[in-house]
């Protein structure tokens, strides 16, 4: 028997999911612009693999929220996110072993004895819940788009660069800047 929870995803045909998971211990990993290029890319991979579209997001320095529209009946969430923070732990791994020895050691963790794994993000799935009313769609891109300036990391939402923000403030006329993953917008008739 597992000693880990497990997180039940739950999907409704026209929800959309708003997820929140966090690097190892809350720390600020994800500060580094490369770091947060690869990030994009990761999510972009994952969206196309999964056929999910990016609504929103925002990375902070120590976690991530995205707010997504899968376009499968019944859709894998658990694998979803699996297929954004796989590869891109696989690849800050990489890099660490070749250039900063201190950090590796500081994310591998004993999982037993005998057994060490490297971990970038904190174990479990995080936070997950579904958004099936335009109410609950607006409280979440404020909440969303409002962590940056909240922590005082920027004075409005949309000079966060790793935010949909901008791009939500100015769509239809915003060009997506190509660091960032594909923004898609909202869904065609959602909550209408």
């Not at 999510?43 to 969206?47: G, K, L, S, T």
């Not at 660490?96 to 250039?99: G, S």
């Given at each position: 028997m597992s000693h880990r929870k497990k997180l039940k995803h739950f999907h409704e045909p026209g929800h959309l999911h708003e997820f929140t998971f966090s690097c190892y211990q809350r720390q600020p990993l994800l500060t580094r612009e490369d770091w947060m290029l690869?990030?994009?890319q990761c999510?972009?991979?994952?969206?196309a693999e999964m056929n999910?579209?990016?609504v929103a997001f925002v990375f902070m320095p120590e976690h991530v929220h995205l707010l997504t529209y899968p376009l499968d009946e019944q859709p894998n969430l658990g694998l979803y996110l699996a297929?954004?923070?796989q590869p891109f732990s696989r690849q800050i791994r990489v890099e660490?072993?070749?250039?900063n020895p201190e950090l590796l050691e500081r994310l591998t963790v004993q999982e037993r004895p005998g057994k060490t794994c490297f971990r970038f993000w904190q174990e479990g799935?995080?936070?997950?819940r579904n958004i099936f009313s335009r109410e609950a769609l607006e409280a979440s891109l404020n909440y969303l788009h409002m962590n940056p300036v909240k922590r005082g990391?920027?004075?409005?939402?949309?000079d966060w660069k790793w935010s949909s923000a901008r791009y939500h403030e100015e769509a239809p006329f915003h060009r997506q800047?190509?660091?960032l993953p594909h923004i898609h917008g909202f869904p065609i008739g959602a909550f209408d």
């Open positions: 690869r990030l994009a999510v972009d991979a994952a969206n999910v579209q990016l297929r954004i923070k660490l072993e070749q250039h799935a995080g936070f997950d990391l920027c004075e409005r939402a949309i800047h190509d660091d």
